[in-house]
């Protein structure tokens, strides 16, 4: 089993809602990864988990709230998000925080009106 | 800062002839390369990479070649495919836990 499985696909929010996106892989990897992608530009990295704890924040306003509830899970907490938050939001894993080869999920595209 | 330069946004390739790729970087302290294949709708795939100790690999259609001296990598693909059609990502690693991106080549292939 290679996959990075995220869920909702789609997920459309108020700017007042409060929802979750979740991540899940099954290959025993310990490092886990939030990276947002804008239409036409490339993935940014926002987030890093290495053994359950959070080991890179990239600057993300902390609307973004991060969770990695233990080693398989990943989730993504948002509150009071703006309409420029849309994204397509991607998810990914790889055996250790120091490995260069990841896998990602198909991404959850998030819209917020 | 762009640190990963893929600097043509798309490329249209007749099917069956090669499809080169190009991504150039800055960063000379990168010593892995990757590249991702991403479709619509979709998380980008990993499809090869290919470390700094080499200057090239192989993977059945695909081959990566690194030329450090020009900081400059490439990815063929021959023969190109109908199903080869996706953005291409090039990413560099520097040993740290980030994957900088390119900003990505549209590859079509034309029947």
């Known amino acids: 089993d290679t996959e990075v499985t995220q869920t909702p696909k789609h997920l459309v929010m108020g700017m007042t809602n409060k929802k979750s996106l979740k991540c899940e892989q099954h290959m025993g990897h310990r490092a886990m990864y939030w990276y947002k992608q804008k239409a036409k530009k490339p993935p940014e990295l926002i987030f890093v988990y290495s053994y359950e704890k959070l080991s890179i924040n990239e600057s993300v306003p902390s609307r973004f709230s991060p969770e990695c509830p233990n080693s398989s899970l990943l989730n993504l907490h948002l509150h009071a998000l703006q309409p420029e938050d849309s994204a397509l939001y991607l998810c990914a894993s790889s055996q250790e925080s120091t490995s260069t080869e990841a896998f990602f999920g198909q991404g959850t595209r998030l819209t917020v009106v | 800062d762009q640190q990963v330069k893929q600097n043509s946004p798309s490329l249209s390739v007749q099917e069956g002839r090669i499809s080169i790729l190009n991504c150039d970087y800055t960063?000379?302290?990168?010593?892995?390369f990757l590249w991702y294949k991403k479709y619509p709708a979709e998380g980008p795939t990993f499809l090869i990479s290919i470390s700094s100790i080499k200057d090239k690999n192989e993977d059945g259609r695909f081959t990566v070649f690194l030329n450090k001296s020009a900081k400059h990598l490439s990815l063929h693909i021959v023969p190109s495919q109908p199903g080869d059609s996706a953005v291409y990502f090039c990413?560099?690693?520097?040993?740290?836990?980030?994957?900088?991106f390119g900003q990505g080549t549209r590859l079509t292939i034309n029947p």
């Open positions: 960063n000379s302290m990168f010593d892995y």
């Open positions: 990413a560099a690693s520097g040993g740290a836990q980030k994957l900088v």
